[in-house]
């Protein structure tokens, strides 16, 4: 194994010379090292914290103790570091204890043949485990991103379990009714608090929770009983915020005059909060949406839209991903080839971000284009198999743009291709898979010194 990095090896053991053995064999196989010995648990102890260890090997037994006592302080301390125990007189009970305390793999030196592909399998895992490590946090922080949005927005934004129960509110909902989200779950039901007898049994509040819709109109009742007209939407999905599971919207539309211009803000607002969960879902892709809506908008521009046609294609492109807000994050970010069943998954999410988007009253046709995006002129696309003027014009745009932006970019089962590439992918298939004069578009555009 030939790696451009030191590995960097601790071993614990009270004899140098075993350890240095063990040494030459790593170097005769290839690896190239970065070593230190020690002797016991307190040099142990000392050498952990000394610098970033790759792989530790330990001897079974020790003077006054066994290697696997090691294991109880790296846990405490968080090291999640390959342990591999060597030994030449251990048997198998001493195999079975040593994989008990937490060791990650026990080698025989009868058998130490296993050693090599023992520490490429555990290198291996323990990078797998760091970029799990990686994504937890990047999920932690887009949570709290997400969080932080919600606190920012100007509208009032509350969650509900999947029991119905309050669980997130923001600082907008406590100002205008005058609760805290504490006073609301003392309360028992805090619906009753907050809307009028006659709201109560409105669809927005009953057992079955809707799965998304718009602008339902529903009366407020704030602490000192002003009543305040808010309009609603909701959206059930997966979110980066544990036990959240149905958020609602509201805008207060008691004075009509300025809910005109709140709406407008409001709508951005949301498609922009909706792209970010989208990434979240689906962090190796973040700024995809964005990117395609750049190129799309100046595609259609190119194409002589008039401009709030274009400015349709831009919202088109920036939701044109929401379906996979539906798809499990290992899917999305799985390096490798995808199987029958999760790519079948993935093409599910035009239909999905269809289903979300449908009953929004966009005044461009925003739900269908979405449905659409992946769909080719030889009917070999999906979900529906369209061909060439079964699909509208504004979709053969962005499906142009994503296959563009999405070849040009990094994706976690390979590395970026470049604009060249992508340009050339949409050459050789222009009037087979991708609209011709989409296609011209996109090179002229380019050639104008469009970039991402």
Known sequence: MNSPQPLHILFLEDNEEDALLLQRKLEREGFSLFCAVARNLREFRERAEEAAWDLIIADYYLPGCKGTDALPWMRERHLDIPFILVSGIAGEEAAVETMRAGAHDFISKNNIARL?????????????????????????????????????????IFA??????????????????????????????????????AERGRSLFGSSLPRDFSHEELDLLSKNQEIHSITWSSMAASTPVPGWRTWFFGMDITHKKRVENQLRNITEGVIHSLVALVEVRDPYTSGHQERVAKLALEMARESGFSSDRAEGIRIMSLVHDLGKINIPSEILCKPGKLSDIERSLIQAHPTIGYDILKNIDFPWPVASVVLQHHERLNGSGYPQGLVDREISEEAKILAVADVVEAMSSHRPYRPALGIEAALEEIRQNRGVLYDPQAVSCCEEVFNKGFSF
């Open 116 to 156: 090599i592909p023992a520490i490429e399998r555990e290198l291996k895992e323990a990078e797998i485990r760091k970029k799990h490590r990686w994504e937890e946090e990047q999920h932690r922080m887009a949570e709290e991103r997400l969080l932080r949005i919600a606190e920012e927005l100007p509208v009032l």
């Open 160 to 197: 509900l379990d999947r029991e119905g129960r309050m669980v997130g509110w923001n600082r907008q909902a406590q100002e205008l009714t005058g609760y805290s989200l504490q006073e609301l779950r003392d309360s028992g039901n805090p619906l009753e608090r907050l809307f009028p007898e």
